[in-house]
């Protein structure tokens, strides 16, 4: 059931995504340059995706387990540390410079993208590299 769900809601913000034109890289690239084509849609996007997403936490932070029944887990820690803003800083220059994050990545892999399969490929890496080098907290 749990599998299923995870699944059902993976489809669902991958049609979002796809929906939104924000797997489309220049898209992203585009909202980012100021000075250039400017293109204010993906601020449109991101409120709207905001708005919706406060009504189910709002809702879930009131209950122990999650509708597939397992317990929720919530961020313990709530300071920002270095090592928070060097992983913001590290994810907005990725996210800038290719104009891809993790969600759409994955979005681009379905469609058989090379960028897509380069994102992830480099994403991965990041992942391991971090999980090994990274002091644990």
């Not at 749990?2 to 929906?19: E, N, P, T, Y």
């Not at 590290?90 to 379905?110: S, T």
């Amino acid at each position: 059931m749990k599998l299923i769900f995870s699944f059902l809601l993976g489809l669902l913000f991958g049609f979002g995504l796809i929906v939104a034109d924000m797997a489309n890289p220049s898209k992203v690239v585009n909202f980012l340059d100021l000075a250039g084509q400017w293109d204010p849609s993906l601020a449109f996007v991101m409120m709207g995706a905001i708005g919706i997403a406060c009504i189910p936490f709002y809702v879930l932070r009131r209950r122990a387990t999650s509708w597939s029944g397992e317990p929720m887990q919530w961020p313990l820690l709530k300071m920002i540390d270095r090592r928070l803003i060097l992983g913001s800083l590290l994810f907005g220059l990725g996210w800038g410079l290719a104009g891809i994050c993790p969600g759409p990545a994955l979005v681009l892999l379905g469609y058989g993208s090379a960028k897509g399969f380069a994102f992830v490929g480099a994403m991965l890496v990041g992942i391991i590299a971090c999980d090994r080098c990274a002091p644990k907290t």
